[in-house]
């Protein structure tokens, strides 16, 4: 009952009618489901900028609406902007473990997707004086007794999480006998990685960039298909043997039940801000990769991944 | 923590058990079942970890469940206490200003919605008349408005006045 | 002494005509913003991080911190003045620093927590350009099971805000616990308490929950007082500004608060909160005049707001010796580095020592600015408890909203904000006191998650707890706390000062 109350009033809150259905776009509102700072913000407020200072859309607003991994946000953009061709959404791979942990009524099937942007890839690292060396010795350590290897990484049930489960699996570890110690914040789990008190540390690779090349973090593996430019002597988990590969990348999407020609006109949109200069200045500055990806490709990508998470949230135990 | 605002109750008076003693005692003895409640649901289910989510719930419970009982104790031994009368209508005029908040906020927009809280709250606070006080509150807050939400981005509600700028 | 040139040469160059009015319209702006009950400096400087994009790095840099500095002043003026914390850290103000106010003395609680944040900040600088690599080593050795011990000893200093009897001083403690519960196990990922309500997966908001108990329960219970509570807030009794006896009772505070809160602040799960609760709970046992507390002393504000600063101070050490954001206002701190190529990590003071020195010594104007701009206006900010009392809550209840609502606009927000509210009231009405209630919220996760990272690291076997030294030491202490006053008293006969308050 809460629920439709909320939901109504939300949906009266925020169903504007912006007239203009032309294919032209010249006015545009994004939702970032996230609290100002944080990386969905960050890709809303960076669109914004290239937009506006590329003239490629005149007007851009950005809001905020946070809670609960997007799915508040994502909720209330498919009840409020219904057919509203100058709505977007930012949105990520978290988003998609966040719709089936957190049981979200509303899913990525109901928006209408239009590109991959940016996106980042998962490494393992372990201290520099830690006896394992390579991601061979992870593999034979977690086979000989999985609760003896901790991981730190982020919340339960995230990108790290997922990836930690998928190694397991892979391997044959049972997913559920992973040790996973969840920490809040990135410092945090740097922290007790550094401190050696965790066996292995997961999160992407920025994270542990920096004390990577300082000589005291060691790197075993990342999920990228190929070996990554910034990180060219690191072996990508398969090259290892174990077969995973993953992104945590970050998309746009458009409201449901909009018009082909809108979807279009918004794609076009899109796709001119991500041949700017302007917004490769600022994937350079902010040190994003640019994993640009859309129409039916992406729609084939996102169907994939989501059918991948479920299977492994399950096989954690965070997903009925 | 004694308010100068809200006198400390008068100890001498002791008449009877202390009926708003038993009102909290019960109103814990709630809250200790709820939480309990939810700590044996989560118990049902099987995750891998050495203190599973129902651990603390479960500590929580229990002490919720003695201070109700140590509560209702204290409101028998004490006695009831004499409480200088709250004044009602004050109350609901501040309470209806931010309930009236909550409703008009999603139709009509920041402005018009804050400039009801702050004449009710007016109101509440003896000083009227309502109309007066909702077109200044208002004004001040579709200022408040154009400055936050335009000036620093700030996501509030905008209704059919924050859509004219 | 390469650092002190390096600080100096990065002195020189904040001190440019140019910078300052950088730094000037940083604490004004941050000021502006952080005066918003709910909106702490993270999210302030989240929001004008924008504003500084455009100006060169120094210029951008010293701005930033004047946003950060005046945004966590704007947090501490809204806690004295009108009750109403604007962050986590500055809930322990409040306590003390509104009682100041509404004896005519919020000019001297403004005055001590604007000095005692230059002081402590002042001092945190100089510590993290003199033993930054020594501090992060010892910093870094905290595991979990240290840290679960931390939350131990900062549990025992809660009664310190208790009040009168500890049986309503537990049970506003067991409701704070058990709000904490709400939202989603960062472990398990399980939700607990949340009933289906999307928006409670996320927990109680630590603000929210401040500001509702604080401002609308105080609201509610003045309204419902009626004509009983007719008196009328003189803003200024006596002098404006400190005075000697102010002075002599702030020094220590100052500095105790200062050493508590920078190694603590370093600490990559230490937070502020915590040193700003152990300060208000040393400074209430040290205290000559004991009964003071709890009716507006002085050390109360100057502890913890000298506290909380050098905590802020304190969080940098992670930040720039190894790049770990350690709270939300260095992850945002690191978003705006990132902006100039910079990149911290345990490089950074060998590859960009100008960039690092110049922003320590922004800091430290942008701290020496904002005691220059707020001092001569404290007389000006206590004008507003001046407001008559209508418009006054009127006002209070607009910005309480207006700060939610900025925050996270969701209606569910304010539907909380509304129930804490009365809970607010009721907690008043019958006597109840209302810190324990947000210390609750905030050490229940804490310490709930360090217990369980360290049984789970060690695979539930609970030795681990008691193996480490700086996990016993700070037992010894939290026990010292404790029983430390029914030892002085069964040693001397007499009571231990901290007893005076129990009727």
Known sequence: MKHIVRGALLAAALALPFGAASAQVDELKIMAPAAPGGGWDQTARAMQQVLQGEKIVSNVQVMNVPGAGGTIGLAQFVNADKGDPSALIVGGYVMVGAIITNKSPVTLDQVTPIARLTGEYEAIAVPADSPLKSMEDLVAALKANPQKVSWAGGSAGGTDHITAGLIAKAIGVDPTKVNYIAFSGGGESLASILGGKVTVGISSLSEFDAQAKAGKLRLLGVSSAERLPEAKDVPTFKESGVDVEIQNWRMVAAAPGISPEQKKALNDTIAKMVNSQGWKDMLAQKGWANTYLAGADFEEQLAKDITATKAILKDIGLAQ | MSDPNTPSPDRSARRGADKAGFAIAFGLALLSLVVGWDAWRLSQINVYSAIGPAAFPTIIAGGLALLAVATAVEAIREGALERPRDEPVPMAWVLGGLIGQIILLPFLGFSIATGWLFAATAKGFGRGPVWAHFLAGTAMCLVIYLIFAKGLQLSLPAGPIERLF | ?503
């Open chain 3, 1 to 503: 002494m390469e650092t002190f040139a390096a600080l100096g040469h990065g002195v020189v160059v904040a001190l440019q005509p140019m910078n300052l009015l950088f730094a000037f319209a940083g604490v004004m702006l941050g000021t502006a913003v952080g005066v918003l009950p709910g909106i702490g400096p993270a999210l302030t400087v989240a929001l004008l991080l924008p504003i500084t994009f455009k100006l060169d790095p120094a210029g951008s840099l010293i701005m930033f911190a004047g946003i950060y500095y005046g945004g966590m002043y704007g947090g501490s003026t809204a806690s004295i003045l009108l009750n109403t914390p604007g962050e986590s850290a500055s809930i322990v103000t409040a306590l003390e620093g509104n009682k100041m106010a509404r004896a005519g003395r919020g000019g001297p609680a403004l005055a001590t927590s604007a000095i005692g944040s230059f002081v402590a900040g002042t001092i945190a600088t100089i510590g993290l350009a003199l033993v930054a690599p020594t501090v992060v080593d010892v910093a870094i050795s905290f595991g979990p099971e240290d840290y679960f011990a931390l939350m131990i000893l900062a549990f025992t200093t809660v009664s310190a805000a208790f009040g009168s009897s500890v049986t309503r001083g537990l049970t506003s403690l067991f409701i704070g616990l058990a709000l904490g519960l709400v939202g989603i196990d960062l472990q398990s990922g399980q939700a607990r308490l949340s009933f289906g309500i999307p928006d409670l997966l996320d927990g109680v908001e630590v603000t929210t929950l401040a500001v509702a108990l604080f401002a609308i329960g105080e609201t509610l219970s003045v309204a419902a007082a009626g004509l009983r509570a007719e008196e009328v807030i003189e803003p200024v009794k006596g002098s404006v500004f400190m005075n000697r006896e102010d002075w002599r009772r702030s020094w220590w505070p100052w500095l105790r608060g200062t050493a508590l809160g920078f190694p603590i602040g370093a600490m990559p799960a230490g937070g502020a909160e915590i040193p700003t609760f152990l300060s208000y709970a040393l400074e209430k046992r040290l205290c000559r005049k004991p009964d003071e507390f709890g009716n507006g002393a002085i050390e109360g504000v100057a502890g913890p707001e000298a506290a909380n600063n050098a905590a802020a101070a304190g969080v940098l050490v992670p930040l720039l010796t190894l790049g770990l954001p350690t709270s939300a206002t260095a992850a945002i701190m690191l978003a705006g580095f990132q902006q100039y190529g910079l990149n911290p990590g345990p490089l950074l003071f060998t590859s960009n020592p100008d960039l690092v020195w110049g922003l320590i010594a922004s800091l430290f104007i942008a701290n020496g600015m904002l005691l220059v701009l707020n001092l001569p206006l404290v007389g000006l900010w206590v004008r507003l408890l001046a407001i008559p009392r209508p418009w006054l809550y009127g006002g209070i209840l607009v910005f309480a909203t207006l700060g939610t609502l900025g925050a996270n606009p969701s209606l569910v927000e304010l539907g909380m904000l509304l129930i804490f509210g009365l809970l607010g009231y009721v907690l008043r009405r019958y006597d109840y006191p209302i810190a324990p209630v947000v210390v609750g919220l905030i050490l229940g996760p804490l310490s709930e998650q360090q217990l369980r990272r360290a049984l789970a690291i060690s695979v539930g076997d609970p030795i681990v707890l008691f193996q480490s030294p700086i996990a016993l030491t700070l037992y010894a202490l939290s026990a010292l706390a404790l029983f430390g006053p029914l030892i002085f008293y069964l040693i001397t006969g007499h009571r231990a000062p901290v007893g005076a308050d129990e009727d």
